[in-house]
Structures are given as C-alpha cells and as structure tokens.
C-alpha cells in the first residue's frame, strides 16, 4: 500500500465521545434518551444523517429551517467540547504510526465526514503529517458511500487498490470496501468483522507489522 487514509473520530482521536454528548442533549430536548447502542449507527456518518435518524428514533418531523437550526446548535455544542482538546485526546499508537509511514515516505491521507476536521488535527497536533484532507465540507454523500476515500484517493494521486483505510464504524468499512480498497477496523471484531483485518488500537498494529 502507497496510501493510508483515516477516519478522525474513533479512529486518530478521542473525540466520538463528544459527538455522543452534544447529540444527547439534542435528543433530551424532545424528550428521546440516546443511548449508546443508538450512537454505534451515528459513528461515520454525517451531521444531518445523524439527526434525521435521531429525529426516526424518536417519532417526530421538524420543518426545514428548525432541522437546519437543530444540526448547527448540535456543532456549536461539539465545539464547545473540542474548544480545549490536546495531542492527549490521540488514540494510542497513533502518533508513532503516523510519524513511520511518514518515515517511510508514504501518502497520508483524511477521509472523514467531520466537518471540524482540520480544527481537531491542528489542535491535536498531527494536522502536518497529513498530505491531503478530505473532510465533510468536500462531499456530498455521506458512508457507505465511498465518495470521501475515492475523492482522498484522488487528491492523493494514487488508484483505489493502492490504498489502505483505517475505520471504525461499519459504514465506513463498508464505504472503503465499495471504493475497492483494502479496510482495516480499529475497534472490536464483532462490530468491524467485514474489515479486512481488526486491530484494538496502532500500538498492536505496529507491533504485529515490525
């Protein structure tokens, strides 16, 4: 593999998390309790898909412009969160795997539907060791659709089968399967098992790969 392309939340940084509490208090505010198995089908996929399926869960329809009101209010408490975030927020493994592909002279890339991408890898410190970065503001179909790792792959000048993907969450699996390239899961087999392969995080990875 030429290309790495990773997903951000759950993947390089700790901030999934976050995601969960700010579309918590969403959820409260018309009475829907989100728990965290609910949370496992918001993970890789876009701020109004999300809400759309919170607003399924829970039974209700909002007009257009109180449904865009409602997804911005849910980023304005995001960043609240995020707004004191550090490298210490980084996933374990994930700065040493970074810097050895960058060593090794190979192609970094982001493919996330986050769009506070840029923000959470500056503050986290590793937005220099990416080549390209494709986040939500770039696409326009959001997991499984693979648009945001062909699109990576693009920017990265690189055909899809000489790319590798690093997910958490099985639309973003799925979605790098359906670009043609090679997935690996970053969490618990019985959740990624259509991964090509399963890690627990990229201390093991590096390890299993020396």
């Known amino acids: 593999m030429e290309g790495y392309i990773f ?9 999934a998390k976050y995601h969960y509490l700010a579309w918590k208090t969403i959820a409260q505010e ?23 399926k919170i607003l399924q869960w829970a039974g209700k329809t909002l007009p257009k412009n109180e449904f865009q009101s409602l997804a911005l209010r849910k980023n304005e408490l995001y960043l609240q969160y995020i707004a004191h975030i550090d490298s210490s927020e980084l ?27 840029r923000l959470v890898l500056e503050r986290t410190g590793i937005l220099p060791l990416f080549d390209t970065i494709v986040d939500g503001t770039m696409v326009t179909q959001a997991k499984p659709n693979p648009e945001v790792f062909l699109k990576a792959a ?48 990229f201390s093991s990875f590096v390890l299993h790969n020396s």
Do not use: Y
Request: proline content about 5%; charged content about 20%.
């Open 30 to 52: 018309f009475g829907f309790e989100l728990t965290p198995a609910h949370n496992e089908q918001l993970k890789g996929i876009g701020r109004e898909v999300s809400l759309h």
């Open 154 to 201: 693009q920017l990265l000048q690189l055909p899809p089968a000489q790319c590798c993907v690093f997910e958490d969450a099985p639309a973003g699996v799925q979605a790098a399967k359906a670009a043609g390239m090679r997935v690996i899961g970053v969490g618990e087999e019985q959740v990624l098992c259509a991964a090509d392969e399963v890690i627990p995080n």
């Open 7 to 15: 997903d951000l939340d759950g993947v390089l940084v700790d901030t």
């Open 91 to 117: 996933l374990v493994g994930v700065a040493d795997f970074l810097h050895s592909l960058k060593n090794k002279g190979k192609k970094i890339a982001l493919g996330s539907a986050s769009k506070n991408a």
